[in-house]
């Protein structure tokens, strides 16, 4: 079965904490993983890409075939990270298996 | 360059009736991918459009239909409206078709309520 898990609704640290956004697939294939952000009043946006190995907005993510993971981490949160995360599995060349996303609020 | 722009961005309707939602995809985008998102869940994908053509679709009834007209931009019409169709409806763009895993751009959504 090709099915995305993020095991948190909501996540809350402290400004300066570090984050961690879990992220866990099952999917046969070989495997693209996104991470999707939605600020608040604002559009889904890409926020990054396994295959690009990047850093955005001081956010990494590293695949772990092993485990079948892909979480997202931080070592510092800044209060205007604070938004919806959802991981995405892509499947085939078309279609997207989005998990149920992540609440991430940092207190100030 | 134009965003994804999607229309209208409420709407109210009745059990039972028909819908249809439009969506115009960011400047130069030829796909066009469909999105169903109930409330506390992620994106679902009802299924994609390439060049006028639906080339993937996913878990829904045939009573959601979609089109993609020449100039890329697209409709998602959903017949015989049930209670569980009330969602937000995401359309998303990119550039590519079949053999292209391309960034895909989300435009805000309509919210569709069936009462």
């Known amino acids: 079965a090709q099915r995305v898990t993020q095991p948190e609704k909501l996540l809350s640290v402290f400004k300066g904490a570090p984050v961690e956004l879990k992220c866990n697939y099952s999917?046969?294939?070989?495997?693209?993983l996104f991470w999707y952000v939605q600020y608040s009043r604002q559009r889904l946006q890409l926020l990054l890409r396994h295959i690009s190995r990047e850093s955005i907005k001081g956010f990494t993510a590293d695949l772990n075939k092993g485990e079948t993971s892909f979480h997202l981490k931080k070592p510092f949160a800044q209060e205007e990270d604070s938004a919806m995360y959802y991981c995405?599995?892509?499947?085939?060349?078309?279609?997207?298996?989005f998990g149920t996303g992540t609440r991430l609020k940092v207190l100030a | 360059e134009t965003g994804v722009t999607q229309s209208p961005t409420h709407l109210i309707k009745t059990r039972g009736q028909q819908v249809t939602l439009r969506c115009s995809s960011q400047?130069?985008?030829?796909?066009v991918s469909w999105y169903q998102q109930a409330l506390g869940q992620g994106p679902q994908f009802i299924f994609q459009?390439?060049?006028?053509?639906?080339?993937g679709r996913g878990n829904f009834p045939p009573r959601f239909s979609g089109l993609q007209f020449p100039n890329y931009s697209s409709e998602l019409n959903v017949n015989a409206l049930e209670l569980d169709d009330s969602a937000l409806y995401l359309c998303?763009?990119?550039?590519?078709?079949?053999?292209?895993?391309?960034?895909?751009?989300f435009g805000e959504g309509s919210w569709l309520t069936v009462v």
């Open positions: 999917y046969s294939g070989s495997p693209e």
């Open positions: 400047s130069g985008h030829n796909t």
């Open positions: 998303a763009s990119s550039l590519g078709g079949v053999t292209s895993g391309n960034t895909i751009y």
């Open positions: 995405a599995l892509r499947v085939g060349t078309y279609k997207y298996i």
């Open positions: 459009y390439y060049r006028e053509e639906e080339n």
